[in-house]
């Protein structure tokens, strides 16, 4: 499975941008999608996920509200709304398939892509 991600770039605090992500290869095998975050010198951190067959989300508390997470399986591709953002939304986000339930735990993630930057400036 290889995973595309884009979408990022520069925007003012309470701005918006929306990233996508597509994926190619073995799909078919993918539980879940999800966007993962990371900061400079921070851990990677959990964003948000989308169950595939039943287009369950889940939210990182300090994105909900905020953040809209969406897919298209016809497509293979998931995007991230996020809105209202703010400077500690700074950070380079991923986006990653799994087969696990576990969504919010990097470690269940099997592929990755290649991560799009995402800074808000104050």
């Known amino acids: 499975v290889q995973l595309q991600a884009s979408g990022g770039g520069l925007v003012r605090a309470g701005g918006s941008l929306r990233l996508s992500c597509a994926a190619s290869?073995?799909?078919?095998?993918?539980?879940?999608m999800g966007w993962f975050r990371q900061a400079p010198g921070k851990e990677r951190e959990f964003v948000a996920a989308?169950?595939?067959?039943?287009?369950?989300?889940y939210y990182a508390d300090s994105v909900k509200g905020r953040f809209t997470i969406s897919g298209d399986s016809a497509k293979n591709t998931a995007y991230l709304q996020m809105n209202s953002l703010k400077p500690e939304d700074t950070a380079v986000y991923y986006c990653a398939t799994t087969r696990s339930g576990l969504v919010r735990r990097p470690t269940e993630y099997n592929y990755w892509g290649q991560g799009t930057l995402v800074t808000v400036s104050s």
């Open positions: 989308i169950v595939w067959s039943y287009g369950t989300t």
């Open positions: 290869g073995r799909t078919f095998s993918s539980w879940a």
